[in-house]
């Protein structure tokens, strides 16, 4: 029986004929791009590019099935592509180990992809992804999971919402002064101990004091810093111990700088410790000898550190592991705070012989790395000890999962939430739950793909508008409507793998419109090919400023120019108009945003790419499309009052106002000095909005079947 019998009986001759010539972008070959990559292949996908920045580490290998311990540390695209391609040698692989993040991979680089497949677990590159497709108009199916949970969601431009039109949770940070001399909850402690003590230790030797100088300008307590100053400088003697002390003494110097030293420098400081409980500095040896006793904080007295009762802030000072650490998990074992400086000053050891071997020149913590998460939960609830709060076992610190059901709407229930304290904010992989979203990645991709040859060969099919809602309306569009619509007629739904409903695992609800506010896919993508060395900033303005430009309308409109959060001009700034855009940093793959100075319009984006193989280098210097978009059908929504007074959605691009100094610094991710002028501050213009809820409508499609309940269907 031929190997594609199933797949053709189940697609359809039309469906599965266009699979061998469809481009496919994998990006990501993790767990779940790795669960992807065979079932794309499997399934008949011809044509495939697959690519991922990461090498294999050795704790991949019990989730990502294509790796093998011999494959430890080299590419994840190349070795992905080698074995997946046994599966079906007439399909086209290409690896690509790279970051997608890089200029290279340009609107045009994605306009040569039939569809786009997300597999990423980084939220920066998640929305680099989605910004790309929405300018190449190339639809994506964006996934994701989080241990037992997992959501598809596919993203047609103009038809459904994107990944940015709905508000994403952003790391929490906190003030320099509480993790460095006042904690007073678990993450305090384990932040420190990851981002503070690990890099002080073990990190590239460096007198950077940036942090410091940016707390200070932002007012934190004076003393603290100059206090958080001497420490820094007394940490670089310490580290020398590392190269040229015995394990016992490097242990116990260590020991004694952190967490009884630096505790008692901070103990003089009296006025610190008038409204706080002061911590208690910690001795080595009498911990070890079991003779250290922390103070009573509480009635009671817990026995382990990470058992969560009152007193001593869930510590006791001696006595061995619990009564349960034989039969319970290691990562899941209580630890007592002997069993911490134990394991301090083992980890601490491995850690040292590394940088002593040569081999590494600097660690930095990776939750795969037991070395550094070792360090990190002793070092961490040690610290706890110090100042009486509870302490954590490994398994939370690296990233315990509590999921919890909760109802978000009268149709689903879903919600995640894991312990903050965990060291990498990581929430553990399962490989089943890998193999069942990229089930439904592909299942999510045959129905875009088909919903595109259904339209292609409809003679009445038309493209999708965009949204236009008039600025004096306070509901949705008719325009809206029917984008809802067109997102249900074609059977395009989020689908979730949920807990708590044994019976139906699966649930999907009907994507929403696009937000009309959201300022990545609302706003009007260019392609403009350009010699940057040639053409001026000022003449691609002037140019997009005639285009756009009704015939019969003759006075310009004033616009802002940026070029990602850099504003390179304004009405009151125009110094820049007349350098070349390879002299600000403009070139192929960047992005020059312009936004209309009174909001009335959406924003342009022109994306730069490269002039043809056959231009003359005496010809024009850029080329811009023709027809250009008007800005007739361009003006942008107002928001209703009633949703201004309670919108907290801002667009997730939208440039800020920029403020400071009028020459501006290289660019973090730029070696080069670029000479660019800045203006002074202005008010930003970012628009507000709020999500648009989805409507309710009955539909019809071949992925899923419906329930009896017309709000909720099943697969």
């Not at 019990?62 to 080299?74: A, E, G, T, W």
């Amino acid at each position: 029986m031929p190997r594609n019998t199933h797949a053709l009986a189940i697609l359809g001759p039309t469906l599965y004929s266009k699979l061998d010539r469809t481009r496919v972008l994998v990006v990501g070959a993790g767990g779940i791009g790795c669960e992807l990559l065979k079932n794309i292949v499997l399934t008949g996908f011809g044509d495939i590019s697959l690519l991922d920045l990461d090498t294999i580490d050795l704790s991949n290998l019990n989730r990502q099935f294509l790796f093998r311990k011999k494959d430890v540390k080299q590419s994840k695209a190349m070795v992905a592509a080698r074995t997946a391609a046994l599966f079906n040698p007439s399909c086209r692989i290409t690896p690509i180990h790279a970051n997608i993040k890089e200029d290279q991979y340009d609107v045009q680089w994605f306009k040569s992809f039939d569809i786009v497949l997300n597999a990423l677990d980084n939220l920066d590159a998640r929305r680099h992804v989605n910004k790309m497709c929405m300018a190449a108009n190339v639809p994506l199916i964006e996934s994701g999971t989080a241990g037992y949970l997992g959501q598809v969601q596919p993203i047609v431009k103009d038809t459904t919402e994107c990944f940015d039109c709905l508000p994403k949770e952003t790391p929490k940070t906190f003030p320099v002064c509480t993790i460095r001399a006042t904690p007073s909850t678990p993450i305090h402690c384990i932040v420190w101990a990851k981002s503070y003590l690990i890099p002080q230790l073990f990190g590239e030797e460096e007198k950077d004091e940036s942090e410091l100088d940016e707390a200070a300008a932002q007012g934190e307590n004076a003393a603290e810093i100059a206090n958080l100053r001497k420490e820094a400088h007394a940490f670089q003697s310490v580290r020398q111990t590392l190269f040229s002390s015995s394990p016992e003494i490097a242990a116990q110097t260590v020991f004694d700088k952190v967490f009884k030293d630096d505790i008692e420098r901070l103990l003089s400081m009296s006025d610190m410790w008038r409204s706080r409980k002061p911590p208690t500095p910690l001795l080595r040896e009498e911990i070890l000898a079991g003779s250290f006793q922390l103070p009573r904080v509480g009635p009671t007295t817990s026995n382990t550190i990470g058992s969560k009762k009152p007193g001593n802030g869930g510590f006791i000072a001696n006595g061995a592991s619990t009564a349960h650490g034989t039969t319970a998990l290691r990562d899941q074992q209580d630890l007592t705070l002997r069993d911490n400086v134990v394991l301090f000053d083992d980890s601490l050891s491995r850690l040292a012989s590394r940088l002593r071997s040569g081999k590494e020149a600097s660690i930095s913590f990776d939750k795969d790395d037991d070395d550094t998460l070792d360090f990190v939960t002793a070092t961490a609830n040690l610290r706890a000890a110090s100042y009486s709060i509870e302490g954590k076992t490994r398994w939370e610190v690296k990233g315990g999962v509590k999921i919890l059901g909760v109802p978000i709407s009268k149709t689903f229930k879903l919600t995640i939430i894991h312990d903050p304290e965990m060291a990498g904010n990581i929430i553990p992989a399962i490989a089943t739950t890998n193999a069942v979203i990229a089930g439904l990645i592909v299942l999510q991709a045959l129905q875009v793909l088909q919903s595109k040859v259904a339209s292609s060969s409809s003679s009445t099919a038309s493209t999708t508008p965009a949204i236009n809602v008039p600025s004096d309306s306070s509901s949705p569009s008719k325009t809206q409507c029917s984008l809802a619509s067109s997102s249900k007629r074609e059977g395009i739904r989020t689908v979730c793998l949920q807990v708590g409903k044994p019976h139906m695992p699966l649930g999907t609800f009907f994507m929403s419109p696009p937000n009309p506010f959201c300022s990545v896919c609302r706003d009007v993508y260019v392609s403009v090919p350009c010699d940057p060395a040639r053409v001026t900033l000022g003449e691609i303005l002037r140019a997009v400023k005639r285009a756009e430009r009704p015939e019969d309308e003759d006075d310009e409109r004033e616009v802002i120019v940026y070029e990602g959060t850099r504003m390179l001009s304004d009405p009151d700034f125009d110094d820049n108009l007349e350098k070349s855009l390879e002299s600000l940093g403009c070139t192929k793959g960047r992005f020059l945003t312009i936004q209309d100075e009174d909001g009335a319009y959406e924003n342009v984006v022109i994306s730069l790419g490269q002039m043809p193989d056959n231009a003359s280098a005496q010809g024009p210097a850029f080329i811009l499309p023709t027809p250009f978009p008007g800005l007739k059908g361009r003006k942008k929504p107002k928001i209703p009052p009633t949703a201004a007074a309670t919108a907290t959605l801002a667009p997730p691009s939208s440039p800020p106002s920029v403020a400071g100094s009028r020459k501006r610094s290289a660019p973090a991710d730029e070696d080069e000095e670029l000479d660019v002028e800045m203006p002074a501050a202005k008010r930003s213009k970012a628009n507000d909005g709020s999500a648009v809820v989805p409507l309710k409508e009955d539909t019809n499609g071949y992925i899923v079947i419906e329930d009896d309940d017309d709000d909720m269907e099943i697969l």
